[in-house]
Nanobody, 122 residues
Framework: VQLQASGGGVVQTGGSLRLSCAASIRTFSSYYMGWFRQAPGKEREFVAVISWSGGSTYYEDSVKGRFTISRDNAKNTVDLQMNSLKAEDTAVYYC????????????????WGQGTQVTVSS
C-alpha cells in the first residue's frame, strides 16, 4: 500500500490550496481516508476524515467551514480543499487510511503518505 500526497506550497493568509492523495490500494473504497497535520514541535493532529463512499465526513473544529475533504473511488484519490488559510494551518499534511470509522488519532491509522508542506505566510 502506498499513499502519495501532493499539492502543498506557500500561500498568503486568506488564500487557498488543494491537497491531493493518490492511493495504490486495491480495495480503496473499503477504507476511510483521513488527513492529519503536524507542525514543528507538535504532535500529529487530526484534520478531516471521509467515509468509504464519501457520504460522511468529519472535521476538526478549527477547520470546519474552511476545509473540505472529498474522494474519488474511481481514481483512488482523496483531496483536501483548504480555503481561508491561516498562519496556524502551517504544517506538514499527511493522508492516511484506516479500515474503520470513528478514528481521529494518528495511532489508529494503518497506512500513511509521505507528507506535503503547507506554509501560510502573513
Amino acid at each position: 500500500v502506498q499513499l502519495q500526497a501532493s499539492g502543498g506550497g506557500v500561500v498568503q493568509t486568506g488564500g487557498s490550496l488543494r491537497l491531493s492523495c493518490a492511493a495504490s490500494i486495491r480495495t480503496f473504497s473499503s477504507y476511510y481516508m483521513g488527513w492529519f497535520r503536524q507542525a514543528p514541535g507538535k504532535e500529529r493532529e487530526f484534520v478531516a476524515v471521509i467515509s468509504w463512499s464519501g457520504g460522511s465526513t468529519y472535521y476538526e473544529d478549527s477547520v470546519k467551514g474552511r476545509f473540505t475533504i472529498s474522494r474519488d473511488n474511481a481514481k483512488n484519490t482523496v483531496d483536501l480543499q483548504m480555503n481561508s488559510l491561516k498562519a496556524e494551518d502551517t504544517a506538514v499534511y499527511y493522508c492516511a487510511a484506516t479500515r474503520y470509522g470513528g478514528r481521529y488519532h494518528y495511532t489508529q491509522y494503518d497506512y500513511w503518505g509521505q507528507g506535503t508542506q503547507v506554509t501560510v505566510s502573513s
